[in-house]
């Protein structure tokens, strides 16, 4: 088990660029999640899947943003036309859902990608 | 809409002592998970302790146990013997059971937790 891990782990760019960011989740977790986490705050829940399907995108997630996890395995996040409001550490995390145990739906967290607009 | 207060931005304790971190919720649920994760700087979220509303006994993991009091809708964290390595951002989070809903967390905005030599 090798845990959550994502790539870039830093991403610098000039406002106006599209930027993409991916996420492996924990071998056999169902379920992804992305949040978003600005200095000082705690994480805010952008989206969800389950498997392939992405069953709920919060209100922060402007048309600007789109997220895919195809054949429900890794997950990746792409701004368009990034502006400098979006600079934040975008956090991925996962779990395994729908099994009896202490650790199912529990979340385990990558350890984020950096994002700077400039 | 779910909401979780840490009302303590900063705490600061001694090298093995204890500390008690404090977390209150408001949920019209009545199945749930409470949470505590912590960041260390610059370092991944960590999972640290995990509770089920529907159990009466409260969850420990080592050095860490939680008084959850689902009346008062508290969910405290303590360490005992506080370590050097402990210092972090500590987050209390919530997440509705299931059933069909939403399995997202929700996080308090975090206490800066500082052990001292």
């Known amino acids: 088990d090798t845990g959550v891990s994502q790539d870039p782990r830093h991403k610098i760019t000039k406002r106006g660029q599209n930027v993409t960011f991916r996420c492996d989740p924990i071998?056999?977790?169902?379920?992804l999640y992305w949040y978003r986490q600005t200095l000082g705050q705690g994480p805010e829940f952008l989206t969800y899947?389950?498997?392939?399907?992405?069953?709920?995108k919060s209100r922060l997630l402007s048309d600007r943003f789109s997220a895919e996890r195809p054949k429900g395995s890794f997950s990746t996040l792409e701004i368009q036309r990034t502006e400098q409001g979006d600079s934040a550490m975008y956090l991925c995390a996962s779990s395994l859902g729908g099994r009896a145990g202490p650790s199912t739906d529990t979340q385990y967290f990558g350890p984020g990608t950096r994002l700077t607009v400039l | 809409a779910q909401t979780v207060t840490q009302s303590q931005p900063e705490m600061s304790v001694q090298e093995a002592e204890t500390v008690t971190l404090s977390c209150t919720y408001d949920t019209s649920e009545n199945n749930y998970y409470l949470f505590w994760y912590k960041q260390p700087p610059s370092r991944q979220m960590i999972l640290v302790i995990r509770?089920?509303?529907?159990?009466?006994q409260n969850a420990t993991e080592n050095r860490f146990s939680v008084n959850f009091q689902k009346a008062a809708k508290s969910f405290s964290l303590k360490i005992s013997d506080s370590q050097l390595g402990d210092t972090a951002m500590y987050f209390c989070?919530?997440?509705?059971?299931?059933?069909?809903?939403?399995?997202?967390?929700?996080f308090g905005k975090g206490t800066l937790l500082t052990v001292n030599p």
């Open positions: 509770q089920e509303a529907y159990k009466q």
């Open positions: 899947f389950q498997n392939e399907a992405q069953l709920e």
């Open positions: 071998s056999e977790h169902n379920r």
């Open positions: 989070a919530f997440m509705k059971g299931s059933g069909g809903s939403n399995y997202k967390l929700t």
